[in-house]
């Protein structure tokens, strides 16, 4: 079975540009995730979706981050524009349901410059 | 929030050992744990997971432990390898949340 696929693996840009991320899950798992993680720490939960549902989003900085999963598969999330304390791995999960395993992508690895 | 802790940030063991990773929780409503092995670079990989209704599952090599009592996980991995070597997390999930809450981690390092 292939697992949760993300681009870029890397990203670099300057403050203020726009940037896109991209995950694809697990064939059949309807939730997705997308967690932040900074250097030395766990992974923070962004979003989840629910199918092409976000049904948690309160983690979301709404003002600068949005995320969608149109068709209920692929997912994107962008930030625009971009700040220095954006730099940190966007990781992609999914699972089947809320109360199974998540699975992780490898990440992409975001730095602002 | 919550908060999920780990007592030791790093941990290093002789190849062969047994190692034992702790992690403490704080929210006695959460009903579902997971351990991840998260090499560099690379995104965390579920080893193990365990409901609150139990207090101990295995797995190949790994056991899980789980101490409602006091809210406490544990991670024990047998005759330590050393693409063991990685950090290590638990999360939990509160009862209702259906999110996972992540500890900052233990970085094991298996001497050979």
């Known amino acids: 079975e292939a697992g949760v696929v993300q681009s870029p693996r890397y990203k670099i840009i300057e403050k203020k540009q726009p940037v896109a991320f991209w995950c694809n899950p697990i064939s059949g798992h309807n939730t997705l995730y997308w967690y932040r993680q900074n250097l030395g720490q766990g992974p923070e939960l962004l979003i989840r979706y629910e199918n092409e549902e976000a049904v948690d989003d309160s983690q979301l900085p709404k003002d600068r981050f949005s995320a969608e999963r149109l068709k209920g598969v692929d997912s994107t999330l962008k930030i625009q524009p971009a700040e220095l304390g954006d730099s940190a791995v966007y990781l992609c999960?999914?699972?089947?349901?809320?109360?199974?395993?998540?699975?992780f992508g490898d990440g992409t690895r975001l730095s602002i410059l | 929030g919550e908060s999920v802790g780990l007592h030791l940030p790093t941990l290093s063991v002789q190849e062969g050992d047994n190692s034992i990773i702790n992690c403490a929780y704080s929210n006695s409503a959460s009903d579902y744990f997971i351990w991840y092995k998260q090499e560099s670079g690379k995104g965390p990989q579920f080893i193990i997971d365990i409901r609150s209704n139990m207090d101990k599952r295995q797995g190949q090599r790994v056991t899980v432990l789980l101490n409602k009592t006091v809210k406490h996980l544990s991670l024990q991995i047998a005759a330590t390898q050393p693409g063991d070597s990685a950090v290590y997390f638990c999360a939990e999930n509160p009862t209702g949340a259906n999110n996972l809450f992540f500890g900052t981690g233990t970085r094991l390092t298996v001497i050979p």
């Open positions: 999960a999914s699972s089947l349901d809320p109360l199974r395993p998540q699975h």
